[in-house]
């Protein structure tokens, strides 16, 4: 075969290769919510974590590194903007995704001063999730 018809692979860029591996945390105390994105996220081949509280999620975080954190907006006890601003202080190079199924428009101020990266509105798709965590592995190459 000549050379010019071999298909060469492309190399991947850096943030493809680490989304390949990539280490989520999800943290939502709704059941259906947690396991939808465990799904979803394992089966792009993610490595995925779940706690059902801000409080979990802040211990986990603390235990073990994690690529992305999505957080539930309302949950008792504490919010995803509570545990947001946390988990910045512990590591401001992660980027964390607020999931909100309030349909209020974020305040761009109050997502900065949270440490609140990306956002993603209930009910999500597959591709949307895929989509974020792309944005997001792109992003934390950038922070």
Do not use: C, H
């Not at 309302?74 to 992660?94: F, T």
Request: proline fraction near 6%; charged fraction near 30%; hydrophobic fraction near 40%.
């Amino acid at each position: 075969i000549p050379e010019e018809k071999v298909i060469k692979p492309v190399p991947l860029t850096p943030a493809v290769q680490e989304m390949e591996g990539a280490r989520i945390l999800v943290i939502d105390d709704e059941d259906s919510v947690r396991k939808i994105l465990y799904q979803m996220l394992k089966a792009k081949g993610y490595q995925v974590v779940v706690a059902s509280s801000g409080e979990e999620g802040i211990e986990r975080f603390k235990q073990e590194p994690f690529d992305l954190v999505f957080t539930d907006l309302g949950m008792p006890r504490m919010s995803g903007w509570e545990v947001g601003k946390a988990l910045k202080e512990i590591d401001p190079k992660v980027p964390i995704a607020l999931i909100t199924g309030w349909g209020v428009e974020l305040n761009r101020e109050k997502m900065k001063e949270t440490g609140i990266d990306l956002v993603v509105s209930k009910p999500f798709s597959f591709d949307e999730v895929v989509r974020l965590v792309s944005e997001a592995m792109e992003l934390k190459e950038r922070i």
